[in-house]
T-cell receptor
Framework: NAGVTQTPKFRILKIGQSMTLQCTQDMNHNYMYWYRQDPGMGLKLIYYSVGAGITDKGEVPNGYNVSRSTTEDFPLRLELAAPSQTSVYFCASTRLAGAITDTQYFGPGTRLTVL | GNSVTQMEGPVTLSEEAFLTINCTYT??????LFWYVQYPGEGLQLLLK?????DKGSNKGFEATYRKETTSFHLEKGSVQVSDSAVYFC??????????????FGTGTRLTIIP
């Protein structure tokens, strides 16, 4: 059972380049999340999804896009990378158990540097 | 809005010392409270949680009690081990998003235990 996997682990981008951060979970969770963690700061929610085909903005969505075509995958797209997007990105997932969501499970993170 | 304030690190202790990491929160409703731990090179994982006032969460020798009167959720362990070296995050769930557990995180506290 792999849990939540993220690729790549590290990436360096030039300003204006684009890339997609991949996130996959094998737990059949319906909820998925993308967070970013800046140095010395807590995690901030970028986007989240409550199921395939449904996404919504979190606290800091500008400069990012997401899609959720399957239950397992929730990729995060950066279209025009900027230095302000230098951060560590975490994907997480959880299930809805009745009316209450369960514990969030996190991936190992992607460290992104934009130069 | 909601916020979580955590004790600043880094914290360095000797093995078998007593540990306290302070966490206080601000929330408009009645949040659930969490401690997550991040070991080197890994994603965040849930350490313990409490869902209502006066609840005590516990796991792996760690404890935290949900104190509504002081809006606190301090993490404690009686005798730390080298293997407890990690970054610890306090978090709360957004009580206004019933059925969608969006988390608000503190900045994290890096703990190092020396033999």
């Amino acid at each position: 059972n792999a849990g939540v996997t993220q690729t790549p682990k590290f990436r360096i981008l030039k300003i204006g380049q684009s890339m997609t951060l991949q996130c996959t979970q094998d737990m059949n969770h319906n909820y998925m999340y993308w967070y970013r963690q800046d140095p010395g700061m807590g995690l901030k929610l970028i986007y989240y999804s409550v199921g395939a085909g449904i996404t919504d903005k979190g606290e800091v969505p500008n400069g990012y896009n997401v899609s959720r075509s399957t239950t397992e995958d929730f990729p995060l797209r950066l279209e025009l990378a900027a230095p302000s997007q230098t951060s560590v990105y975490f994907c997480a997932s959880t299930r809805l158990a009745g009316a209450i969501t369960d514990t969030q499970y996190f991936g190992p993170g992607t460290r992104l540097t934009v130069l | 809005g909601n916020s979580v304030t955590q004790m600043e690190g880094p914290v360095t202790l000797s093995e078998e010392a007593f540990l306290t990491i302070n966490c206080t929160y601000t929330a408009t409703g009645y949040p659930s409270l969490f401690w997550y731990v991040q070991y080197p090179g890994e994603g965040l994982q849930l350490l313990l949680k409490a869902t209502k006032a006066d609840d005590k969460g516990s796991n792996k020798g760690f404890e935290a009690t949900y104190r509504k009167e002081t809006t606190s959720f301090h993490l404690e362990k009686g005798s730390v081990q080298v293997s407890d070296s990690a970054v610890y995050f306090c978090a709360l769930s957004d009580p206004s998003n019933f059925g969608n557990e969006k988390l608000t995180f503190g900045t994290g506290t890096r703990l190092t235990i020396i033999p």
